[in-house]
């Protein structure tokens, strides 16, 4: 089964292809990637322009994605988790802090 899934985060426009031999693994992945969070409980923002999709890998090849919020300096991240049996989900914004313990730095996607 294949699904083409189409979702806006921020002024940026994404179309996923998903496609998946089990139909169910197909749809779960459209539904979660086509349905990223749009409302920051931190700030109580709703505006879809406060909002980027973001990624990054560390040193060990592991791939993070994630939605930060940047109304008015808030700089909160939704990541999108993986379970272990297989399928994804979005976490609860979070408060994001820096390497040295503080609040969140003026750069958002500063790792």
Known sequence: ??????????KVKYDFEI??????????KAI???????????????????????SNKDKEGNIYVK???????????ASLGQY????????KFEERYNKAGGSASSDPLAD
Not at 1 to 10: A, F, H, L, P
Not at 19 to 28: S, W
Not at 67 to 77: D, E, L, R, Y
């Open 1 to 10: 089964m294949k699904i083409n899934v189409k979702t806006t985060v921020g």
């Open 19 to 28: 496609e998946d031999q089990k139909e169910m693994e197909t749809l779960h």
């Open 32 to 54: 979660v990637l086509g349905n990223p969070p749009k409302y920051c409980h931190i700030c109580e923002n709703a505006e879809n322009d406060h909002f980027v999709l973001d």
């Open 67 to 77: 939605v930060t919020c940047t109304h008015k300096g808030c700089f909160a991240t």
């Open 84 to 91: 272990k049996a297989g399928g994804y989900f979005w976490k």
